[in-house]
């Protein structure tokens, strides 16, 4: 049996008063995108899940462009669960932004669920000129409440006006490569999460390297971005952390 198969696409462009319009707002499936209320020049988008999913076999693609001038905010409405189905082989999760000069993508989905017998790979591809602005937000939790997780793998690739800024990849769950919830990992975590802000006066005001709790860290990137990671015990202290580091930065 074959999975499902569905896209989403979001164009965001200026509306000449102003505001942020959205000329192309299309999902199929257990895809479906809602605009919601926003404030000041930005538009929001929401993603709620019609299905389950993704389920094994499954190929979810995310797609979003922010035109020059404009700012998207993103969302999610509830958590995405990877959950074994009766396809086999794994889930595929793609997603795929772009944003112009003077544009601004806020990605702030919610948690990333890996549930037990679940496969799921993961690749995240932002395309950023050198004027753009981002925030984005990744949380993957390794299973539900007392559940050993299934195996998630994820990529976040980041250029910026051409030039690779961030690559990175992790795998963890059972098959995942030794030592992943080892002490120089995971140490026992079971909520792992990042946040990447890109700005272009980070340029010119770098911001300093340092820890933020037992087991959270703010890295300076090479070029105008800022990467926090944190590990904690679940997904609602993880949360706390990033929200607390997104207030730092700004």
Same mark, same amino acid.
């Given at each position: 049996?074959?999975?499902?198969?569905?896209?989403?696409?979001?164009?965001?462009?200026?509306?000449?008063?102003?505001?942020?319009?959205?000329?192309?707002?299309?999902?199929?499936?257990?895809?479906?995108?809602? +605009?919601?209320?926003?404030?000041?020049?930005?538009?929001?988008?929401?993603? $709620?899940?019609?299905?389950?999913?993704?389920?094994?076999?499954?190929?979810?693609?995310?797609?979003?462009?922010?035109?020059?001038?404009?700012?998207?905010?993103?969302?999610?409405?509830?958590?995405?669960?990877?959950?074994?189905?009766?396809?086999?082989?794994?889930?595929?999760?793609?997603? +795929?932004?772009?944003?112009?000069?003077?544009?601004?993508?806020? &990605?702030?989905?919610?948690?990333?669920?890996?549930?037990?017998?679940?496969?799921?790979?993961?690749?995240?591809?932002?395309?950023?000129?050198?004027?753009?602005?981002? @925030?984005?937000?990744?949380?993957?939790?390794?299973?539900?409440?007392?559940?050993?997780?299934? +195996?998630?793998?994820?990529?976040?690739?980041?250029?910026?006006?051409?030039?690779?800024?961030?690559?990175?990849?992790?795998?963890?769950?059972?098959?995942?490569?030794?030592? &992943?919830?080892?002490?120089? $990992?995971?140490?026992?975590?079971?909520?792992?999460?990042?946040?990447?802000?890109?700005?272009?006066?980070?340029?010119?005001?770098?911001?300093?390297?340092?820890?933020?709790?037992?087991?959270?860290?703010?890295?300076?990137?090479?070029?105008?971005?800022?990467? @926090?990671?944190?590990?904690?015990?679940?997904?609602?202290?993880?949360?706390?952390?990033?929200?607390?580091?997104?207030?730092?930065?700004?």
């Amino acid at each position: 049996m074959a999975g499902v198969r569905a896209t989403a696409r979001i164009v965001a462009r200026p509306d000449g008063r102003g505001g942020t319009a959205l000329p192309t707002l299309e999902g199929e499936g257990p895809l479906a995108l809602r +605009r919601t209320r926003a404030s000041g020049d930005e538009a929001r988008v929401m993603l $709620v899940g019609a299905m389950s999913g993704p389920l094994g076999g499954d190929h979810f693609t995310v797609e979003a462009e922010a035109a020059a001038g404009a700012t998207l905010h993103f969302g999610s409405a509830a958590a995405t669960i990877a959950l074994p189905g009766q396809a086999k082989g794994e889930a595929r999760y793609d997603v +795929r932004l772009t944003v112009a000069d003077d544009a601004e993508l806020r &990605w702030l989905p919610e948690q990333l669920i890996s549930a037990n017998g679940s496969e799921l790979y993961v690749t995240t591809r932002v395309d950023l000129a050198a004027g753009a602005r981002l @925030v984005l937000r990744e949380e993957q939790v390794l299973g539900r409440a007392k559940e050993e997780p299934g +195996r998630l793998a994820s990529r976040l690739t980041v250029r910026l006006d051409g030039r690779p800024l961030l690559d990175q990849e992790l795998s963890c769950g059972p098959g995942a490569p030794g030592g &992943w919830d080892g002490p120089a $990992v995971l140490a026992g975590h079971r909520a792992l999460g990042q946040i990447l802000v890109v700005r272009p006066e980070f340029a010119r005001e770098p911001v300093e390297a340092r820890l933020l709790g037992e087991y959270a860290t703010l890295t300076p990137l090479a070029g105008p971005g800022v990467l @926090v990671t944190a590990l904690a015990p679940d997904a609602l202290r993880l949360r706390r952390i990033l929200d607390e580091a997104l207030r730092t930065l700004g």
